[in-house]
T-cell receptor, first 114, second 113 residues
């Protein structure tokens, strides 16, 4: 089946620094990828839709300058959290739409900003 | 706007018993997909079952089946012969032509001995 690899699984960074999270589709081409944020014991909140070769579409209330998304190839999308603050600490999950019109998820990244 | 509602924050079922998780949704689109995802403690999202709105027949996957009532916009998940490994958060989700998934708030299922 379709596999999406997400790295890193855990990252701790200092306040004010930037962190990059990668999401790769391993055995299929993903023209569209999605980035979610999940707080403890809550549902997934869509942050943005990443389209290969074009600008990402951000959901209302998501700061595009803080959460930079790049989808430069059909198999890779990256999320960069810029000037991270403790309130950015969360679980981030990516998803790719596969050829069977399903959605495959990465294993998630736990970001802790100290 | 699309919305998905899961009215049961927590459910408990004994091993080998059957449990049904509820989900209702609201959409103005005629062509859409519905999903149930499982999120175990590892937090990996796992597809349980998928239903195309244009198909009248309810989807089934081994012990998992759905009751899809299109007119009522209801999409419940039935888990038969519950197993300890079924313990997880279960999310109902909807997608339409915009292709982005809208998730419900989730139901935490605990399977007990």
């Amino acid at each position: 089946g379709a596999v999406v690899s997400q790295h890193p699984s855990r990252v701790i960074c200092k306040s004010g620094t930037s962190v990059k999270i990668e999401c790769r589709s391993l055995d299929f081409q993903a023209t569209t990828m999605f980035w979610y944020r999940q707080f403890p014991k809550q549902s997934l909140m869509l942050m943005a839709t990443s389209n290969e070769g074009s600008k990402a579409t951000y959901e209302q209330g998501v700061e595009k300058d803080k959460f930079l998304i790049n989808h430069a190839s059909l198999t890779l999308s990256t999320l960069t959290v810029t000037s991270a603050h403790p309130e950015d600490s969360s679980f981030y999950i990516c998803s790719a739409r596969d050829h069977n019109y399903g959605y495959t998820f990465g294993s998630g990244t736990r970001l802790t900003v100290v | 706007a699309q919305t998905v509602t899961q009215s049961q924050p927590e459910m408990s079922v004994q091993e080998a018993e059957t449990v049904t998780l509820s989900c209702t949704y609201d959409t103005s689109e005629s062509n859409y997909y519905l999903f149930w995802y499982k999120q175990p403690p590892s937090r990996q999202m796992i597809l349980v079952i998928r239903q195309e709105a244009y198909k009248q027949q309810n989807a089934t996957e081994n012990r998992f089946s759905v009751n899809f009532q299109k007119a009522a916009k209801s999409f419940s998940l039935k888990i038969s012969d519950s197993q300890l490994g079924d313990t997880a958060m279960y999310f109902c989700a909807h997608t339409g032509t915009a292709s982005k998934l809208t998730f419900g708030t989730g139901t935490r299922l605990q399977v007990t001995l």
